[in-house]
Each structure stands twice: as C-alpha cells, then as structure tokens.
C-alpha cells in the first residue's frame, strides 16, 4: 500500500482544558495516484488529520507509512496546501515558488521550474506580482504550484477552495483535474463540499465526530468529466448528505446540551 | 492641493496674529520678538555656519545613537522572542525600562561621562534601544504561526525557518520599532544636548536661553519640529506605508 494509516489517534493535551481526543482508530489505506477526499462535520479532526501526514503534527498513537516507511517529520515528498492563506507576502509569485526548490536546484533550474507549475495553473503573467495583488483563487492556484514544484509524491489539500465564490471553484477543479491527470499525484482532499468530493474524486472517505472517527468510505466510479446532474452523482450525494446530516446533528445537539446543561 | 491652501492660509494667519501681539508692544521684544527677526535670525544663522555646525553635530549624535540602539534592541528583542527563558527573567523589566523618560538619564550619563558628546550619545542609545527591543520581540511573537507550518512542509528547518521565514515575516513590526527608536532618541536627543556643553541643536538653545535670545529661542524649537516633521513624513511613514502594503497588512 502506498500511504497506510494504522489505528493513528490524537490527543491533544491543553494546560487548562486538559486531554482532547480529537479522532481515534483511524484506519486507511490509499493508493498511489488515487485521488480522495475526506468529508467530516467541523472540528472533527480534518485538517489535524491532513497535518499529520504533512509530519506537522505527532501521531498519540497508531503508525503511518508512506511507501513502507515510517512519517514522523516533514519532507519534500509531501505538499500540502493549506485552509489558511500561507503564500510569503514578502517574495513575490515566482519567488514563493521557487522557495521549496532551494536545496534541490540551482537557481535557474527552480525558476525555469517555478515557469513550468505557475504555466500549468495559468498564472505565468503574474509571476513579478505580491500576494496583495492577487485574488484569492489566484492565492490558491500559486499554493498548489508551489506545493506541486518541489514534485511530492502525496499532495495535501486543506480545503484548497473553501473561500472562493462558486464559478471560480468550478474553473479551479477543473484546472486540478488536468493537472491530476498529468502530474499522476495521489491527492488527498479535505473539503466541506459533498458536491466537490463525489466530482472530484475516486474515494471519499467520511468522518463522523464525538469521537472523530471515519464513518464511511465510497469509492466513486463514475467516469469523469463528470457532470452536476448525472445520477449517479445525485446518488453519492444524496447518500453522503443523510449520513452527515446525522453526524452534524449530533455536534449541534452536544453544543446545545452544554448551553443548556443547567 | 485644497488641503496644502488650508494649512498655507492657517500658517499665514499665525503668523499675522504673532506680528500683531508684536507690533502692539504688550511685551518687551525680547520675550515677544517679531517672525521676521526670527526669520532673519536663523537666516543669518545658517549663513555664519553656526546653526549648521550645530545641525551636524546633533546629526552625528542621532545617527551614531540611533545606530547603536537599533542594533542592541534587535539583539535583545530577538533574544527575548525567540527564548521564552530570557522573555519571562527580563521582559518585565524591558516595559519598566522603556516607561522612563530620557531625560532622567541625563544626570547619569554625566556623571558617567562628563558634559561631552559621549554622554549625549549615550543618552540618545538609552532612549532608543528599549523601545526597539520590545517591537522587535513582538516582532517575533507575531509571526504567524501559519507561515512556520508552510515553510516546514518545504522543507525549511532550524536556522532555515529564523532567517527564511521569522525575519522577513518581521519586517513590519520591525520598521515600526526603528520608527518608535527613532522618535524616542530624537526627543532624547535634545535633551542630552540641552544638558551637555555642546555642540549640538540642544545646547544652542540652552545657549539662547542663557543669554535670553527669544529670537533664537524660537528659530531653533521650529528647526526642531521641522526635522521631526519631516523625517517622520518622508522617510518613516512612507517607509512603513509600504511594507505594511507589500505584507497585505494594510486594507486599501
Ligand atoms: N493545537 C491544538 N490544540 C488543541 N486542540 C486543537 C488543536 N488543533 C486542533 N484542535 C482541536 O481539534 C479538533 C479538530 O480540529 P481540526 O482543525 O482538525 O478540525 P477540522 O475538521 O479541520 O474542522 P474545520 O472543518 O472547521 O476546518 C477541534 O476541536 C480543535 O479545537
Ligand atoms: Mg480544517
């Protein structure tokens, strides 16, 4: 198997909350090239689960293996781009690009390479301009060539398009679909988007919550493009949506309980 | 260009107002003198050398001053930033140390070393280097934690992530400490060189003040307002204006 998890768990530990045990007995197994997503209520350990195999965060219990071998750090053979706008203000597009490419090229080497991944998101104009100066779509596309360039062998995806109107998070997946194909990675996608992960994936793995746990886990065979209102798309969602609407019950109901506990 | 009329037209009717209370002999011309022996003063002033002598002295003080005090406050607000040990032995202290005024360093820095320049400078050091030192610590504490979990994720670590990711992400707060480090020693500044024997803008005024030279008196403190004015305008604010844009911290 290519990227394995086994039995992982996280348990946070605050000074004053004291032990939070976000998710537990997570069990997957992806393989190479395979394109998943992972759908959950919020807060039930998503983005904890992606920075894990990013090596961001610590494994409390369990072992993940990428390739046979043993994730406990950070390294090149994963990008991950993340939920929060993390492109460096202070280099431009080109240079944030290129600032993963420091160690393995030489200078011109990684901006000829940084051309190459900003060309295959369509930003190669802009690559003299600051963040500032780019929409957030375009942020995003410059994340994902910055986290395509130093070529991982994984691509993490912290809902890459969570804040974008819904026109250009169509043109966005579809430009990630091109580059999917032609790039061969194994993705791994978090998203809140039911509609976005049965269009874009081959697997879409669900998280309930209280505890965070994987609940369910469709594979999506449904030949791409694939289109809004073909029914098997409506099908998938259809399904996905009563299985999470349950889980999100539960999270309003706890929150409510503890409003009105006395 | 209508705001530039407004503060024009607001100067001309100081002025006229301060020539009236002149020309209407309610004071002696040594406490009320007119603008234009004021003009005519630091005209003359310049021309003779002395005002010059004195801006370049004040100027060597600042610079050597400032200087020293970026460099020491950057060292310790980067020492305080980065070690939490260092932050929780000696940052309060830091906060008490940037809470006295400069001038109450002056009769320690005399007694240190005398009325001369080095006591100025020392003065002008002591104003500065603590306010730089709590920014460039906030500096450090503000770096958003965001940019450190990219930066590792690209293979950036240890030393890598300080000098790649830490300091430019500082940058902003760090102009704005070099800003606040500058004011602080510009004040300070005055205040050593009133206290010391010179040269200095400082001392010409306590020079004027000795021989009762309003005239003077007066032409020195607008030099004084005019360079603060000034550096502050073109040099800092601009500066700072900008980074704070390329950093997307600015909303327009
Ligand atoms: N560093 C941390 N310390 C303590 N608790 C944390 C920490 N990071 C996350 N948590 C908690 O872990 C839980 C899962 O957080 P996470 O960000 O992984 O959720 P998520 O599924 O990505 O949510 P969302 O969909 O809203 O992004 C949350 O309850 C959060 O409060
Ligand atoms: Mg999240």
Redesign the pocket.
């Known amino acids: 198997m290519f990227l394995e998890l086994k039995d992982v768990a996280k348990t ?1 530990t ?1 000074e004053k909350q004291g032990a ?1 045990e ?1 998710f537990s007995d997570i069990d997957l197994s992806i393989e190479e090239n395979q394109f998943v997503s992972i759908l ?1 209520p ?7 689960l992606l920075a894990m195999v990013a090596g961001l965060e610590s494994l409390t219990e369990g072992e993940m293996k990428l390739e046979g071998e043993q994730v406990n750090s950070p390294g090149p053979d994963r990008g991950m781009v993340f ?1 929060e706008p993390s492109l460096f203000p202070w280099l431009n597009v080109q240079e944030n690009v290129t600032f993963p490419l420091k160690h393995m090229y030489s200078k011109a080497e990684a901006q000829k390479r940084a051309n190459d991944f900003l060309k295959m998101v369509h930003l190669s104009r802009f690559k003299e301009h600051y963040t500032y100066e780019l929409s957030g779509g375009m942020q995003q596309r410059v994340a994902i060539a910055r986290a395509l360039a130093m070529d991982p062998k994984v691509l993490l995806m912290d ?1 890459p398009f969570g804040a974008l109107d819904e026109q250009t998070r169509h043109i966005l997946h579809d430009e990630l679909m091109t580059i999917w194909r032609e790039t061969q990675k194994t993705i791994l996608f978090v998203t ?1 988007s039911i509609q976005e992960a049965v269009k874009l994936s081959d697997r879409v793995v669900v998280m309930g919550t209280r505890p965070g746990k994987i609940i369910a886990d469709y594979s999506i065979d449904i030949p791409r493009p694939r289109h809004r209102d073909h029914p098997d798309v409506i099908q998938y969602e259809k399904q996905i949506m009563s299985l999470l609407e349950v889980e999100i019950n539960k999270v309003l109901k706890e929150e409510l309980n503890y409003e009105n506990r006395d | 260009m209508k705001i530039a009329i407004k503060r024009l037209l607001f100067i001309i009717v100081i002025l006229g107002l301060w020539e009236g209370i002149h020309l209407a002999n309610f004071y002696p011309d040594y406490i009320v003198p007119s603008p234009i022996t004021v003009f005519d003063t630091l005209i003359n002033g310049f021309i003779q050398g002395d005002l010059l002598t004195a801006l370049g002295a004040s100027f060597k003080h600042l610079i050597i001053g400032l200087s020293l005090s970026i460099l020491i406050g950057t060292l310790l607000g980067v020492i305080l930033g980065k070690s939490k040990q260092a932050d929780e032995t000696a940052g309060m202290y830091l906060i008490a140390l940037q809470s006295i005024p400069s001038i109450v360093w002056v009769p320690l820095a005399i007694l240190l070393f005398g009325f001369g320049e080095l006591a100025v400078i020392f003065v002008v050091v002591v104003g500065g280097t603590f306010v730089m030192a709590l920014n460039v610590r906030s500096a450090i504490h503000s770096v958003p934690p965001q940019f450190l979990r990219a930066a590792r994720t690209m293979d950036a670590r240890g030393f890598e992530l300080f000098y790649r990711v830490e300091i430019p992400a500082s940058i902003p707060y760090f102009i704005q400490g070099v800003r606040l480090a500058w004011a602080f020693s510009w004040r300070a500044l005055m205040a050593g060189e009133f206290l010391s024997n010179g040269p200095g803008l400082g001392y010409s005024l306590s020079f004027a003040q000795d021989y009762a030279r309003m005239d003077q008196v007066i032409g020195i403190i607008i030099i004084i307002g005019v360079i603060g004015a000034v550096v502050d305008q073109l040099v800092f604010s601009k500066l700072e204006r900008n980074v704070m844009k390329r950093w997307g911290l600015l909303n327009s």
Do not use: D, L, P
């Not at chain 1, 919020?42 to 904890?48: F, L, N, R």
């Open positions: 946070f605050g939070f976000v959950g919020s807060g039930c350990g998503k983005s904890t939920q809902e809140h």
